[in-house]
């Protein structure tokens, strides 16, 4: 109930926000919406001073965060709010494109260098697959982090073995250690590749459709199996696992690639933590910059958007979040290279040739091989109020989340309106003269 609060209270802040907005010149502001802790925000600074030497304009940017998806995507979608560059993530895009919510990214920089073509054309491949008719995933969104989802664990409690199968989560021993990750899709993905792990063997299905089957049927068999697992579950997360991990206060954690790096680079002595992709397989994420409908400054934003392209740029926000770049550029790949690892990988898929053999943190990079076991997910179009008001049952919300967004944006109007017109009757007072 906690979370269902903190939705309204966020929508509600931005409603004062945006009312706010209106009074600003926005042709030297770019305001960004990105999630928490996913860029070095000393990188905004430098930005407006590239900018202004780039194009001899000033911009200040207006940076802000949110948690969920579907909160950022309702308040493009229905407040019709004003951001110039989102971040959302791959099935969102595809959502987006749609719902045609998205402006075309336009990559002529003039005298400055295009630097959108240091994407990994396999992150290009993934555009491709969130294209809707005749909208192209890779002409409206550019690439910008992207990863697994799988196990994190912790050795002296977790074998290797146990931790090798989504199958983990349903296990007793880990009665009240288990911390899911509070992001629907990930986590019905992953379950659904474990209870139809025999259908793909058989080759009735791929990875894909079994990922991306949102029928009754399906969704009835996530939420009739993953209630066998709740008493395992510590808690639902969306950014505070890895944290609960180095402490030891979970055992295991359902989480994303970055986070595992981050918490194996950042917490001390994290020697005591792993991560593994499942041998079921799992799901291939990103997320993607995007020029939302109702932006206001789409210069600067397409400007931003090439700037984070930058390879220096990638790899400090590399260093600085854990999670992976989609730029692919050599001098990003020779500073990944770990010459004191034993294994080496193939990330010919990522990096092209040349890197077929090459010692990297699998965790960040994961073998061509583990990659092909995996496969996106995508917007569950019809099928989404469905599943998110069983995502509400799954975690015992009383309200559903298609509820709570509801509230909010009526909670929201409210606010507006009630602004708007104090807002009126404040200028009708400052007019009368004395």
Not at 300 to 311: K, L
Request: a negative charge; glycine letters at 6%.
């Amino acid at each position: 109930m906690k979370k269902l609060f903190s939705t309204i209270v966020a929508v509600m802040a931005m409603c004062f926000v945006s009312v706010n907005a209106t009074a600003q010149d926005r042709s030297e502001i770019l305001k960004v919406y990105n999630w928490a802790d996913y860029i070095d925000e000393d990188l905004l600074e430098e930005f407006e001073e590239w900018y202004f030497q780039e194009t001899g304009k000033k911009v200040q940017v207006s940076y802000q965060l949110f948690d969920i998806n579907e909160v950022m995507l309702t308040k493009i979608e229905i407040g019709k709010e004003d951001y110039d560059v989102v971040c959302p993530s791959d099935y969102i895009i595809e959502r987006m494109l749609k719902k045609d919510l998205l402006l075309p990214i336009d990559r002529n920089f003039g005298s400055t260098p295009d630097y959108t073509q240091n994407i990994s054309p396999f992150i290009n491949g993934l555009l491709d697959e969130v294209t809707s008719g005749i909208r192209e995933g890779k002409n409206y969104a550019i690439g910008y982090m992207w990863g697994t989802t799988g196990i994190m664990y912790n050795t002296k409690y977790v074998t290797e073995e146990e931790a090798s199968s989504w199958g983990i989560l349903w296990n007793p021993k880990f009665r009240d250690k288990i911390l899911m990750k509070d992001a629907v899709h990930d986590v019905y993905c992953s379950v659904l590749l474990y209870l139809k792990q025999d259908v793909v063997k058989k080759g009735l299905m791929t990875r894909s459709q079994v990922m991306n089957d949102y029928s009754p049927e399906s969704i009835q068999m996530f939420l009739d199996t993953i209630a066998k697992a709740k008493d395992n579950f510590n808690g639902w997360e969306v950014d505070f696992g890895k944290e609960r991990m180095a402490q030891e206060k979970a055992w295991v954690n359902l989480t994303w690639s970055g986070d595992a790096m981050w918490a194996l680079e950042e917490i001390g002595d994290a020697t005591h933590l792993a991560y593994t992709v499942p041998k079921e397989g799992s799901n291939i994420w990103f997320d993607g910059w995007v020029i939302p409908k109702y932006a206001q400054n789409v210069e600067a934003a397409r400007y931003f958007i090439n700037f984070m392209c930058m390879p220096e740029n990638a790899m400090r926000n590399m260093d600085y979040i854990g999670y992976v770049s989609a730029v692919a550029t050599p001098e990003i790949l020779e500073s990944k290279i770990e010459e004191d690892l034993e294994e080496e990988i193939d990330l010919s898929y990522f990096f092209g040739e040349g890197a077929e053999s090459v010692k990297v943190n699998a965790v960040q990079y994961p073998d061509k091989k583990t990659i092909e076991n995996c496969a996106m997910m995508h917007d569950a179009g019809d099928r989404t109020e469905a599943l998110m008001d069983m995502w509400s049952q799954v975690k015992g919300d009383s309200l559903s989340t298609t509820s709570v967004i509801i509230i909010a944006i009526v909670v929201c109007g409210i606010v507006i309106y009630i602004l708007k017109k104090s807002s009126k009757k404040k200028t009708k007072k400052n007019g009368v003269r004395k």
